[in-house]
């Protein structure tokens, strides 16, 4: 199927390590890509990996690709309270330009 | 512009009336995609242009539901005689070329409320 499953919430307190967990669906998926949408506000793209990585670090972003499990996520370093926010992650279908993407993961960050 | 933009931001209808919802892309993009996200949901395509030509309608709900796009920039999402059920926030998306894993850049999104 095209479902790519995420947990749905995640709460952490400041100053710890967040690790957001995505499983997608096709192996054959170029790049994936993670989204972040604060309240009332679109998605803003956060982070991609390529397909061909393991690991990718932006700062206090690391995203991590298993791509024999099709598993992919977002681990978050010195959480803050502004990063209090819905994530996404996406990957484009197989043979086309859609995004399919996870139902999106609550992250709550308490101070 | 800087970044996709879309209007109204907020709208509010009465059940039964039309409404049109804008989407203005980044200057450039070829491609341009409509999403519903529907409250507790994830994204929900619905329609995607390449130009002014729409190859995938496959997402459309319903044949109340319409889109266009004119001068291969602004895009017109229009849904007509409006159901309770169409309450969402519509997000618009364009990118560069809309090949596969082109990346996509989101507008703020119309939250749309069908009383």
């Known amino acids: 199927g095209e479902d790519v499953e995420q947990s749905l919430f995640l709460s952490v307190r400041e100053g710890d390590s967040s690790v957001i967990n995505c499983t997608y669906t096709?192996?054959?998926?170029?790049?994936l890509y993670w989204y972040k949408q604060e309240p009332g506000a679109g998605l803003q793209l956060l982070t991609y990996i390529f397909s061909n990585m393991d690991m990718k670090q932006d700062q206090r972003l690391t995203v991590l690709l298993n791509k024999k499990d099709k598993h992919l996520s977002l681990r978050i370093a010195d959480t803050q309270t502004g990063d209090s926010a819905i994530y996404f992650c996406a990957e484009p279908t197989s043979g086309t330009y859609k995004y399919i993407f996870g139902t999106g993961t609550r992250l709550k960050v308490l101070a | 512009g800087a970044g996709v933009s879309q209007s109204p931001s907020n709208k509010v209808t009465e059940k039964g009336k039309d409404v049109e919802l804008r989407c203005d892309p980044i200057?450039?993009?070829?491609?341009l995609y409509w999403y519903r996200q529907s409250l507790g949901q994830g994204l929900e395509f619905l329609i995607y242009f390449q130009g002014n030509s729409a190859p995938d309608k496959s997402g459309l709900p319903s044949d109340r539901f319409s889109a266009e796009r004119t001068g291969g920039s602004v895009s017109t999402l229009t849904i007509q005689r409006t159901q309770q059920e169409d309450s969402a926030v519509y997000l618009c998306?364009?990118?560069?070329?809309?090949?596969?894993?082109?990346?996509?850049?989101f507008g703020p999104g119309t939250r749309l409320t069908v009383l």
């Open positions: 200057s450039g993009h070829t491609a």
């Open positions: 096709d192996s054959s998926s170029t790049y």
């Open positions: 998306a364009s990118s560069q070329a809309g090949t596969r894993g082109d990346t996509q850049y």
